[in-house]
């Protein structure tokens, strides 16, 4: 098989060999294929699936916010906070009362603010926020969130 020193191969290794070959880059360019592919269809899976629970949280802030939004609306009724006579001591005390009854971990504090902005803070101070974005926004008449 070897004549002055170089390797002879018989046809039929060359055969096996070219063969090997063509066997081996196939498999190679149809796994990279499917890699490809399956990779692609996988990242598209995931992106879809996570657009999803995105929704459905979205759905669910949207719910429980307006739930909240809805028992501060009903609190906005209460006669004695829309009696402009009754003293802002009391009103704040009113809503720290109901502030007890409704799960805390929700609100820091819940306070009145007269037309001025004075309002009592959870830790009693009285404060004025009439400068203050939210407020003028509110008594405008929209709700500021």
Request: proline share 1%.
């Amino acid at each position: 098989m070897a004549t002055n020193g170089k390797v002879r191969f018989s046809l039929r290794a060359k055969l096996i060999i070219m063969v090997l070959a063509i066997v081996t880059i196939s498999t190679g360019t149809l796994f990279l294929g499917i890699y490809r592919r399956t990779v692609a269809n996988m990242t598209k899976s995931v992106y879809t699936q996570l657009a999803e629970v995105t929704d459905s949280l979205e759905k669910q802030i949207r719910t429980i916010n307006e739930m909240e939004l809805t028992k501060l609306r009903v609190l906005s009724k209460v006669e004695l906070l829309r009696d402009p006579e009754k003293p802002l001591d009391e009103k704040q005390s009113f809503l720290t009362s109901i502030l007890k009854e409704w799960d805390s971990n929700k609100y820091e504090n819940l306070a009145f603010y007269d037309k001025e902005g004075n309002a009592i803070v959870a830790d009693g101070r009285r404060m004025n926020f009439g400068t203050r974005d939210y407020f003028s926004v509110a008594f405008g008449g929209k709700e500021y969130i």
